[in-house]
């Protein structure tokens, strides 16, 4: 079965600061990796996502992610916070590649001035 | 990218009435649509997976009488929840695929009072 897990349930940082999200997997099968963005009492927007192609993956907003199969890691990435970067993330993986996700327990990012 | 609407975005109802809650693909068919539901401050579970003409599959666990889903187009996929509790009240979740990523559409907070 495949499960993902995110170490953290919180993670605060000052504006300007690095944001690394933990990120573990398990899968049977190579995985569909991906980092979903949730805001309050909104649905999720898609950060990025890996499908097997370059293990560094860039997405939106500046966030990037490195798939480590050694490691089975994806952990999420942004060199400098920003406030509007306050949110609930989640990581998902995924062995059909689309539609069915396994979601983590997400980690609440929260940005200081 | 593709667009899942869903309607309403909050609704509250009286114990023992039922509620529908409607997921859209605006710009895309989707035979297939799933339905997370998701706890105060917690992730998202995936409820059940709707598949367009046939009949849904349900995770272990969710009562298919209870949260009743219907996928009677290509667009469009409902789950009415029948007899409703204060125990239902929760964040509900809808997604389709499209192109090799899941769209989520907006939530709806459901509040059984």
């Known amino acids: 079965a495949q499960s993902v897990t995110q170490l953290g349930s919180h993670v605060s940082v000052s504006e300007g600061a690095l944001v690394l999200l933990r990120c573990n997997y398990s899968?049977?099968?190579?995985?569909?990796l991906f980092w979903y963005v949730q805001y309050p009492n909104q649905g999720l927007q898609l950060l990025l996502k890996y499908t097997s192609a370059a293990t560094l993956v860039k997405g939106i907003n500046g966030f990037e992610a490195e798939f480590k199969k050694s490691e089975t890691s994806f952990h999420l990435t942004k060199p400098s916070a920003h406030m509007s970067d306050a949110a609930e993330y989640f990581c998902?993986?995924?062995?059909?590649?689309?539609?069915?996700?396994?979601f983590g327990t997400g980690t609440r990012l929260q940005v200081f001035p | 990218g593709a667009v899942v609407s869903q309607h309403p975005s909050w609704v509250i109802c009286k114990s023992g009435t039922s509620v529908k809650i409607e997921c859209r693909s605006l710009d895309f068919q989707a035979t297939t649509m799933f339905w997370y539901r998701q706890f105060p401050k917690q992730s998202l579970m995936l409820m059940a997976t709707s598949n367009e003409g046939s009949k849904a599959t349900y995770e272990q666990g969710v009562e298919k009488d209870k949260f009743l889903i219907n996928h009677a187009s290509l667009t469009l996929s409902t789950l009415t929840v029948t007899s409703a509790h204060p125990e239902d009240s929760s964040f509900y979740i809808c997604?389709?695929?499209?192109?090799?990523?899941?769209?989520f559409g907006q939530g709806t907070r459901l509040t059984v009072v």
């Open positions: 997604s389709a695929s499209q192109g090799g990523e899941a769209f």
């Open positions: 998902a993986v995924s062995d059909e590649g689309i539609g069915k996700l396994i």
């Open positions: 899968s049977s099968v190579p995985p569909y």
